[in-house]
């Protein structure tokens, strides 16, 4: 009878550990699913916690910046009797990113959060756009030092006559400080190219995203199905401070679904 008992434990142990989180979000606009990633423990236990809860339940998205991304999940604008006033410690992972479709906490910023700690329950998703090779790879930063340095010399007067004349381009400013790269490297052993994985890079210039939160906001999800949504709260009309005119609101529902499940309908391949 215990070798039975312990048997049926084993198996009920087993299943447990197969199955994971599955959260649809339900919006005016439609309905999003999403799984939460294991790399970002406090993260997935403390949002589980708050849809699971209901305290998720009737919160909207009330910052909304097309092109960028879609924010909510602010518990305190609807609860004023048990306020979220915690923060989550960070949990950065190289292999998540902002790719579209991905779901990121909000914080306070460096200046009185120097730690890049995440808020108690905002949230955003990421929309961004598509990026090109040369957007990604380019050091800007490293490109025009090298170009100011150059600009200095006699030899390179007249490009820096012509910078002058674009000064009030700053298309054409990029253009001709991208067509001085080559000698900057050379001469300064500048480094203006950046390493990025195979698989940032094609997802940024795919998909898009939002590549200059990466390593200052912690991702720990991601929309596997109902990404259009996104685009359609994206593109509402909004006022002050990025509010939508017409308020977006939200409902949470928490499934335990099998991974295998998960994998077959949506996709997402968990890591071994």
């Known amino acids: 009878m215990k070798k039975l008992i312990f048997i049926l434990i084993i198996i009920i142990q087993s299943c447990a550990m197969n199955k994971d989180v ?23 236990k403390n949002f589980i916690e708050l849809s699971e809860s209901g305290k998720f339940d009737s919160t909207i998205f009330h ?16 609860n004023d009797d048990n306020l979220i006033d ?3 410690p ?15 906490a909000a914080r306070m910023g460096d200046n009185v959060n120097p730690e890049k700690e995440s808020s108690g329950c905002q949230f955003y998703i990421v929309q961004g756009k598509v990026y090109s ?3 990604l790879t380019l050091d800007i930063n490293a490109l025009y030092g090298g170009v100011r340095r150059l600009l200095q010399e006699d030899e ?4 820096r006559q012509k910078f002058i004349e674009a ?10 400080a991208i067509s001085l790269s080559s000698i900057c490297e050379e001469k300064y052993g500048i480094q203006i190219k950046k390493n990025i994985s195979d698989e ?42 990025d509010k939508p005119i017409e308020d977006v609101p939200m409902t949470f529902k928490v499934e335990r679904v099998s991974k295998d499940k998960i994998t077959k309908n949506y996709g997402y391949t968990y890591s071994e």
């Open 22 to 44: 599955l959260i649809t979000i339900s919006t005016p606009y439609g309905d999003m699913k999403a799984i939460l990633y294991d790399e970002t423990p406090l993260h997935k």
């Open 63 to 78: 910052r909304v910046i097309e092109n960028f991304m879609i924010q909510g999940g602010d518990v305190n604008l609807i």
């Open 86 to 88: 915690y923060t989550i």
């Open 90 to 104: 960070a949990e950065f992972s190289s292999k998540l990113f902002h790719r579209k479709g991905e779901i990121a």
């Open 133 to 135: 090779e040369e957007e």
């Open 156 to 159: 390179y007067s007249d490009m």
């Open 167 to 176: 000064q009030n381009d700053p298309e054409e400013t990029q253009r001709l």
């Open 200 to 241: 940032i890079l094609k997802a940024y210039t795919t998909v898009g995203g939002v590549p200059h939160l990466d390593g200052g906001y912690t991702v720990f999800g991601r929309i596997v199905e109902g990404i259009e949504v996104i685009d359609k709260i994206a593109a509402v009309q909004t006022g002050p401070a």
